[in-house]
T-cell receptor
Framework: DAKTTQPPSMDCAEGRAANLPCNHSTISGNEYVYWYRQIHSQGPQYIIHGLKNNETNEMASLIITEDRKSSTLILPHATLRDTAVYYC?????????????FGTGTRLKVLA | DVKVTQSSRYLVKRTGEKVFLECVQDMDHENMFWYRQDPGLGLRLIYFSYDVKMKEKGDIPEGYSVSREKKERFSLILESASTNQTSMYLCASLGAALGSPQHFGDGTRLSIL
């Protein structure tokens, strides 16, 4: 699985957009990008994923660069409840590549 | 929504005990996983299963075994608990559709005294 690099921490004002970057420069053609978040003492919560195209759901938007070497998770109107550690993961789709490798993630703090 | 349910949020056991952690998913997913999460070490895969009665070792299977007798249920067994198995244990499930995400339970925080 490709290695991902994320900034260790970020702050965001409540109500503003939070833009969380992820670098995955060694991603291969069949690998998807997944984003999760984890609030202390809970399991990781799935947010969004994509392969090539930008994606949007009720929680967030995912922007993937054309060369697929990086992506950005956008929380459009951050609230205090979005304070969490956010993980970007790249994973293949063939049997034997299902394992997730969680890095250290980005600790997002939403400020009132 | 996918629901992955772990039997206990918090568990305290003694050294040498046999410990069972249970996980149930409600989405008829083929694949299920057990991870442990420790500060500074991230998530590490213990075992996974891609079908009933099938299992594969992950990165750190020593001291653990698993059981998958029914598709919806995946059990992690600590044969003889030791203090270095104190950790947060996370179960996940994954469907067969291409690119599907893993869905995690809320975790079991296990303390071995």
């Amino acid at each position: 699985d490709a290695k991902t690099t994320q900034p260790p921490s970020m702050d965001c004002a409540e109500g503003r957009a939070a833009n969380l970057p992820c670098n995955h420069s060694t991603i291969s053609g069949n690998e998807y990008v997944y984003w999760y978040r984890q609030i202390h003492s809970q399991g990781p919560q799935y947010i969004i994923h994509g392969l090539k195209n930008n994606e949007t759901n009720e929680m967030a938007s995912l922007i993937i660069t054309e060369d697929r070497k990086s992506s950005t998770l956008i929380l459009p109107h951050a609230t205090l409840r979005d304070t969490a550690v956010y993980y970007c993961i790249v994973r293949g789709t063939t049997s034997g590549t299902y394992k997730y490798i969680f890095g250290t993630g980005t600790r997002l703090k939403v400020l009132a | 929504d996918v629901k992955v349910t772990q039997s206990s949020r918090y568990l305290v056991k003694r050294t040498g005990e046999k410990v069972f952690l249970e996980c149930v998913q409600d989405m008829d997913h083929e694949n299920m996983f057990w991870y442990r999460q420790d500060p500074g070490l991230g998530l590490r895969l213990i075992y996974f299963s891609y079908d009933v009665k099938m299992k594969e070792k992950g990165d750190i299977p020593e001291g653990y075994s698993v059981s998958r007798e029914k598709k919806e249920r995946f059990s992690l067994i600590l044969e003889s608990a030791s203090t270095n198995q104190t950790s947060m244990y996370l179960c996940a499930s994954l469907g067969a559709a291409l690119g599907s995400p893993q869905h995690f339970g809320d975790g079991t925080r296990l303390s071995i005294l």
